[in-house]
C-alpha cells in the first residue's frame, strides 16, 4: 500500500544544472495550481498516504508553496527538496518560519565547488537552529568521489550527522557504484536511495511528476498522465505502468 508520495510542482528552476532529472530550466514551466494540489494531496491522505515530499523544479520558487505547506502541515508529514537558493532571500526565508514543513534537504549537486558546499552547510545548520529538521542530498558522479569524500567529511566535522546524509548517485550518466558510494562514507552505514544495488518496482512509494504524470520512480520512463486529480486517479494512472529501470547496468528485480 502506497503511504509516501513525492510531487516535482514544476520543471522550473533558476540553477539549471544540465544533468536535471527533471530537465528543469530557467525557462521551465508550471502547470500545477495550489488550489488543485491542496484537495489533491488531501484526498491521497484520506486514503492512507501520510508523507508528502515537495521538489521540482526548484520548490521555493513555485508560487504559493508556503500556501501549500500551511495547508497541508496539520493534516500530514511535509518535506522538501531544495538547492537553498531561494532561502538566501531574507523575505523567503521570513515566510518559511511562518510556515515550518516537517523536514527540509538542500542538495549539494556540485561537490568540487567549495561555495556551493560552504552555502549549503550554512543554510542547513541555520534550518535546524529554528527547529526544523534538515539534512543534506550529496549528488555523486562517478568521475567526483574523491570531491564527495571530502564534502562528506565536511559535513561530518559542521555536526551534520551520517543520518542527516542521503548519497545521491547520478542517473543516466556516470553513475557511481555502491562501491564508491561506500568508501565516500569511508566504510560506514549510510543512506542512498533503495535501488542503489537492484532496481525493483515500489510497493509504498510513487512519483507524480511537474507535467501531472506518475509512476513508482521519479527516474523511471514510461510516466502515464493522471486520470484525474484524486487517489482514484492516482492508482488507476499507476496501473497502466509498464515500470523499467532508468539504469542500463540494472535489471528489474521481479
Given at each position: ?160 550527522t551520517s543520518d542527516r546524509i542521503i548519497l545521491i548517485p547520478r542517473r543516466f550518466s556516470h553513475s557511481p557504484t555502491a562501491k564508491q558510494l561506500s568508501e565516500i562514507a569511508c566504510g560506514k552505514p549510510f543512506q542512498s ?62
Amino acid at each position: 500500500m502506497i503511504d509516501r508520495i513525492s510531487i516535482d510542482l514544476s520543471n522550473f528552476c533558476s540553477k539549471q544544472c544540465d544533468f536535471c532529472y527533471n530537465h528543469s530550466t530557467k525557462e521551465g514551466n508550471v502547470i500545477w495550481k495550489v488550489e488543485e494540489l491542496i484537495p489533491f494531496i488531501l484526498d491521497l491522505h484520506k486514503h492512507g498516504i501520510d508523507a508528502v515530499s515537495f521538489g521540482g523544479g526548484e520548490p521555493f520558487e513555485f508560487e504559493g508553496i508556503f500556501d501549500l505547506i500551511s495547508s497541508l502541515m496539520d493534516e500530514m508529514y511535509v518535506s522538501v527538496t531544495s538547492n537553498g537558493l531561494p532561502l538566501e532571500n531574507e523575505e523567503c526565508f521570513s515566510k518559511l518560519m511562518d510556515n515550518k514543513p516537517d523536514k527540509i534537504h538542500i542538495t549539494i549537486h556540485h561537490p568540487e565547488n567549495k561555495n556551493e558546499v560552504d552555502r549549503v552547510i550554512k543554510m542547513v545548520n541555520k534550518i535546524a537552529s529554528e527547529k526544523i529538521k534538515s539534512g543534506v542530498n550529496l549528488l555523486v558522479s562517478d568521475f567526483n568521489t574523491d570531491e564527495a569524500k571530502n564534502v562528506y567529511l565536511r559535513l561530518l566535522e559542521n555536526r551534520i550527522t551520517s543520518d542527516r546524509i542521503i548519497l545521491i548517485p547520478r542517473r543516466f550518466s556516470h553513475s557511481p557504484t555502491a562501491k564508491q558510494l561506500s568508501e565516500i562514507a569511508c566504510g560506514k552505514p549510510f543512506q542512498s536511495p533503495a535501488c542503489l544495488t537492484g532496481c525493483k518496482q515500489p510497493t509504498e512509494f510513487c512519483s507524480v511528476s511537474w507535467d501531472k504524470k506518475v509512476n513508482w520512480c521519479s527516474y523511471a520512463k514510461g510516466k502515464q498522465p493522471l486520470k484525474e486529480l484524486s487517489y482514484k486517479g492516482l492508482m488507476e494512472s499507476l496501473n497502466q505502468v509498464e515500470f523499467g529501470s532508468c539504469n542500463s547496468n540494472l535489471s528489474v528485480e521481479g
